[in-house]
């Protein structure tokens, strides 16, 4: 059962556009999110989180938008650049919980 | 200098073996976890430890047994390798439980 859902496996997106992964979440005890990015060969990479008691959290050219009511969250990269091209795991964390629930995956690529 | 690292990268061996895994963090965190990532690329967790303690223990076959000598290091050690052992495996860091993780790169473990 999966609780955290990224169903889009894959994105391209043209250098300098906004590149927009999605994540759905079933659980509504998560109240924490986070972003990783994984690029091959490598361990994931923490990119950007966000509370439930927020809607959106901006860290550069990184967003992350919160919709609890429809348990969707999203991730902005604007502009894209090459270098973002990478697969972006979308976590989720429940109150008190010390572990973290992971979607597949989303691989994005960045076309020069 | 790598965070978290973990050692080997690359494990082939036959089935019926055992191996071990190891994995250290200089981050002075004081929790440390380990996931499998397995063919459908989910990332799943199998055990944390904090201050040494066994904090989470999801139900992963008795014959994984983690070991936490210190703080900074937490091995994981697999009796009896089936072929479904077979997957990518990473170490991780925090500075408390359920905080953002930092992964080591993954050892991948390939069963014959």
């Known amino acids: 059962d999966q609780q955290v859902k990224q169903n889009s496996p894959s994105l391209s997106v043209q250098e300098g556009r906004i590149s927009i992964l999605n994540c759905d979440y079933t659980?509504?005890?998560?109240?924490?999110f986070l972003w990783y990015k994984k690029y091959p060969a490598e361990g994931p990479t923490f990119l950007i989180s966000i509370s439930s008691i927020k809607d959106k959290n901006e860290d550069g050219r990184f967003t992350v938008f919160l919709n609890k009511s429809a348990k969707h969250l999203s991730l902005h990269i604007v502009p894209s650049q090459p270098g973002d091209s990478a697969v972006y795991f979308c976590?989720?964390?429940?109150?008190?919980?010390?572990?973290?629930?992971f979607g597949k995956g989303t691989k994005l690529s960045v076309i020069p | 200098d790598t965070a978290v690292s973990q050692t080997p990268k690359y494990l082939v061996t036959q089935m019926g073996n055992d191996k071990s895994i190891k994995c250290e963090q200089n981050l002075g965190h004081d929790t440390m976890y380990w996931y499998k990532q397995d063919s459908k690329k989910f990332l799943k967790i199998m055990f944390s430890?904090?201050?040494?303690?066994?904090?989470i223990n999801e139900t992963v076959p008795n014959r994984f047994s983690p070991k936490s000598p210190d703080k900074a290091h937490l091995n994981l050690h697999i009796n009896s390798l089936e072929l479904g052992d077979s997957a990518v495996y990473f170490c991780?860091?925090?500075?408390?439980?359920?905080?953002?993780?930092?992964f080591g790169p993954g050892t991948r473990l390939t069963v014959l």
């Open positions: 430890y904090n201050n040494k303690e066994l904090i």
């Open positions: 976590a989720a964390k429940g109150a008190g919980s010390y572990q973290l629930t």
């Open positions: 991780a860091s925090s500075q408390a439980a359920g905080q953002e993780q930092y």
């Open positions: 659980n509504s005890m998560f109240d924490y």
